[in-house]
């Protein structure tokens, strides 16, 4: 889920090293938008502590600037974006869902699982190569393997609030961010690329 496409997939590839060799994780890869103007979204945070500094998300766009300016894989226009997950971030990866335990999801599969494609519950951990998803109004915890998620998203909660502004305090940021409340904490340094 890192990347849907085959042309997502070819640019995690080139991007995955570049991020790693600075400490960092790439979360999610997407290009998006038409033949006229693209978007490349590229989402990352720090391996150590799963957060990621607006510094941190320039210097690795830049990078990630050199290496397509070079290998060219974009054909035409496009917009470079580089930034955070954010506080109701996409799971992507199988320790998401560890690391989210006990926070409220929605998942979608790309198959039906018990007659349905849609989730919604509080993340459970994972067990082996499934999710664990205590589903809303059911008493039981669904497992659903990991290869068979299309989408999976942590829902904006107040618990998910508190943790984003525990984060930010740790860090010794301000308690008020200058965001709306509720608003996704998103550090957005924006890249045009024209390519030819």
């Given at each position: 889920?890192?990347?849907?496409?085959?042309?997502?997939?070819?640019?995690?590839?080139?991007?995955?090293?570049i991020a790693?060799?600075?400490?960092?994780?790439?979360?999610?890869?997407?290009?998006?938008?038409?033949?006229?103007?693209?978007?490349?979204?590229?989402?990352?945070?720090?391996?150590?502590?799963?957060?990621?500094?607006?510094?941190?998300?320039?210097?690795?766009?830049?990078?990630?600037?050199?290496?397509?300016d070079?290998?060219?894989?974009?054909?035409?226009?496009?917009?470079l974006e580089?930034?955070?997950?954010?506080?109701?971030?996409?799971?992507?990866?199988?320790?998401?869902?560890?690391?989210?335990?006990?926070?409220?999801?929605?998942?979608?599969?790309?198959r039906?699982?018990?007659?349905?494609?849609?989730?919604?519950?509080?993340?459970?951990?994972?067990?082996?190569?499934h999710?664990?998803?205590?589903?809303?109004?059911?008493?039981?915890?669904?497992?659903?393997?990991?290869?068979?998620l299309?989408?999976?998203?942590?829902?904006?909660?107040?618990?998910?609030?508190?943790?984003?502004?525990?984060?930010?305090?740790?860090?010794?940021?301000?308690?008020?961010?200058?965001?709306?409340?509720?608003?996704?904490?998103?550090?957005?340094?924006?890249?045009?690329k024209?390519?030819?």
């Amino acid at each position: 889920m890192r990347a849907k496409t085959a042309e997502d997939r070819a640019l995690l590839e080139m991007i995955d090293p570049i991020a790693d060799s600075q400490g960092l994780a790439v979360v999610r890869v997407r290009l998006m938008g038409g033949t006229l103007r693209r978007r490349l979204q590229i989402m990352a945070e720090r391996k150590s502590d799963n957060d990621i500094s607006v510094e941190e998300c320039a210097r690795l766009s830049r990078a990630i600037s050199e290496v397509l300016d070079v290998s060219d894989p974009i054909a035409g226009e496009y917009l470079l974006e580089v930034s955070s997950p954010g506080i109701d971030r996409p799971l992507t990866r199988l320790m998401d869902f560890d690391l989210f335990e006990g926070f409220e999801a929605r998942l979608e599969t790309d198959r039906m699982v018990e007659g349905r494609k849609r989730f919604k519950g509080i993340v459970a951990g994972v067990e082996g190569d499934h999710v664990a998803i205590d589903l809303d109004g059911e008493e039981e915890t669904a497992l659903i393997p990991f290869e068979w998620l299309a989408d999976a998203k942590l829902v904006l909660t107040d618990e998910l609030l508190k943790r984003g502004a525990a984060l930010r305090a740790a860090r010794g940021e301000p308690e008020d961010d200058g965001l709306p409340e509720g608003a996704p904490d998103n550090q957005n340094p924006d890249l045009s690329k024209d390519e030819a």
